[in-house]
């Protein structure tokens, strides 16, 4: 048993699954706005960098929202550079905009594998940009699960964790046996930064956060650790990837207080 608490100190012996439930993992850098990466001819030594693992780009305009001296907001229009790793449903994207770059995964292999990629990203782009600091950095783990795993939540889950959600299974009928949509969210004050943890039930079709969780067509339980810092730090992709090594192994301890050996088992692990 740990003697640490699963805010600070080390990390769990990390125990691999081969059926893990993540639905996306994202790791994501700002700063202070580069207008030139609205630039195309710009941007072109950042693709250079690292096109031959994400050699697909899609240019994906947005409105940006800005406030003026006045206090009056005004909407501009701008871009988010899109790199994948293949031009119909790519496992690994990243994105590039004036003020964050971001890579994300729907086939998350080890954490070692993640940290490097995005170490590569951040140094493309303190290569081609020269930001000068790092205003916030995050790193955010979504587990979904479905089917079979969704019956068996009881056994998965840890019951200080379910609340509410635990069912009872029995006449009469606990509320935990009659919800169909219950999201709660914790705030926590770790080691290394914030950690915001958003857990439970979503219904068929449904979704918390469209950008990051699409809806799909059952029910589905998800347990999504974002964990993220806001204190300045020169943009060094050194210093960057060994934070974000830092947060996936604390998000890392918090999942192993939150799921129980039977979760692992479950999901092709050896506790």
Not at 187 to 202: C, D, K, M, P, V
Request: hydrophobic share 45%; proline share 8%.
């Amino acid at each position: 048993m740990r003697s640490v608490t699963p805010l600070s100190g080390g990390p769990p012996a990390e125990v691999p699954l081969a059926f893990a439930p993540l639905a996306r993992v994202i790791a994501q850098a700002r700063f202070a706005p580069i207008l030139a990466i609205r630039n195309p001819d710009k941007v072109a030594s950042f693709q250079e960098a690292i096109r031959a693992t994400y050699p697909v780009l899609q240019e994906e305009p947005i409105q940006q929202i800005t406030i003026g001296p006045l206090g009056v907001p005004a909407a501009r229009e701008g871009v988010i550079w899109r790199f994948g790793d293949r031009e119909n449903q790519p496992q690994w994207r990243v994105s590039l905009c004036t003020d964050f770059v971001a890579i994300e995964t729907f086939a998350y292999e080890s954490r070692a594998d993640f940290v490097s990629r995005f170490e590569h990203v951040v140094q493309a782009l303190e290569q081609s940009f020269k930001p000068a600091q790092c205003q916030r950095l995050g790193v955010r783990y979504i587990d979904r699960m479905k089917g079979e795993a969704v019956a068996r939540i009881a056994e998965l889950i840890s019951p200080k964790i379910l609340g509410i959600a635990l069912p009872n299974g029995e006449p009469p009928l606990s509320l935990g046996d009659a919800v169909l949509h219950l999201m709660t969210e914790a705030s926590f004050a770790a080691q290394e930064g914030q950690i915001t943890a958003r857990w439970g039930s979503l219904p068929e079709n449904a979704t918390y956060d469209p950008n990051a969780l699409e809806p799909i067509d059952k029910p589905s339980w998800i347990l999504d650790l974002d964990m993220f810092t806001t204190a300045p730090v020169a943009f060094q992709s050194e210093v960057l990837a060994s934070t974000a090594k830092a947060f996936a192994e604390r998000i890392y301890a918090v999942f192993r207080e939150m799921v129980t050996d039977e979760f692992l088992r479950f999901h092709g692990g050896n506790p």
